[in-house]
C-alpha cells in the first residue's frame, strides 16, 4: 500500500503563486509515476501534471504549461507542484495520485493511489 497526503492548498488572488506538496508513504518502491489532478465544482476530476518516479520525465495538460512545474524530491518521497500565474479557473481541489505503471499517465482509473486532496482557491 502507498499512502498520500497532500498540502500547501489555500486563496490567492489572480496572479499569485502557490506551492503543493504530496508526500508519499508505505510501498514507494513499487510507484512508477504520480500525478496531479483537479476537480472544480460540477466538473470532472481534470489531469493537470506527472512526473516519473525517478524524476526524469514530466507532463503537463496544456492549460498549465509554462504556468506550473512539478518536482520531486527523493530524499523526501515527496512531489511538488509549484504553481504560478494563477488564475480564477485554476480554482479546484487537487488531488496527488500514484500508480506503479506506466501506461494512461493522463487518465484517473490508472492510478491506485489517492490523496485526500487540498483546496485551491484563485480570486479575481
Known amino acids: 500500500q502507498v499512502q498520500l497526503v497532500e498540502s500547501g492548498g489555500g486563496l490567492v488572488q489572480a496572479g499569485g503563486s502557490l506551492r503543493l506538496s504530496c508526500a508519499a508513504s508505505g510501498r514507494t518502491s513499487s510507484i512508477y509515476r504520480v500525478a496531479w489532478f483537479r476537480q472544480a465544482p460540477g466538473k470532472e476530476r481534470e489531469f493537470v501534471s506527472t512526473?516519473?518516479?525517478?524524476?526524469?520525465?514530466?507532463y503537463y495538460t496544456d492549460s498549465v504549461k509554462g504556468r506550473f512545474t512539478i518536482s520531486r524530491d527523493n530524499a523526501k518521497n515527496t512531489v511538488y507542484l509549484q504553481m504560478n500565474s494563477l488564475k480564477p479557473e485554476d480554482t479546484a481541489v487537487y488531488y496527488c495520485?500514484?500508480?506503479?505503471?506506466?501506461?494512461?499517465?493522463?487518465?484517473?482509473?490508472?492510478?491506485?493511489?489517492w490523496g485526500q486532496g487540498t483546496q485551491v482557491t484563485v480570486s479575481s
Open positions: 512526473v516519473t518516479w525517478s524524476g526524469s520525465t514530466t
Open positions: 495520485a500514484a500508480t506503479n505503471t506506466a501506461v494512461r499517465q493522463s487518465t484517473a482509473s490508472t492510478y491506485d493511489y
